[in-house]
């Protein structure tokens, strides 16, 4: 980036309407009023919610379309097999995803 193109330092707090010594109190109060906390809203869904999401998209309509599919005809053996992958499939991927919210979760708690 050549020297001209990087932008002033006077001029960013400027645009900021700031300055090295931060927000006033009231700039700061307008600012939150309007455009709200700088936080992320969590949205919590319940532990059903995520397992039954599990059995939702491509892949999984692929697995319930062979298992309908495998029923119809009247392979249970096949059938069976089916729904087993799909619910081990399913129960795999809802471990993974409570893990993973659950890391979120305490790394959020210990930034507080």
Do not use: C
């Amino acid at each position: 980036m050549a020297e001209q193109d990087k932008p002033n330092l006077a001029d960013e707090f400027k645009r900021l309407e700031s300055s090295p010594e931060g927000l006033t109190g009231s700039t700061a109060s307008n600012r939150l009023k309007q455009y709200g906390p700088n936080a992320l809203e969590e949205k919590k869904t319940s532990k059903l919610v995520q397992l039954l999401l599990t059995f939702w998209g491509p892949i999984p309509w692929l697995i319930e379309i062979a298992a309908i599919l495998s029923a119809i005809i009247e392979h249970w053996a096949d059938f069976t097999i089916i729904l087993f992958m799909l619910v081990l499939n399913s129960g795999i991927e809802f471990v993974q995803s409570s893990k993973a919210a659950d890391a979120l979760a305490a790394l959020k708690s210990s930034m507080h």
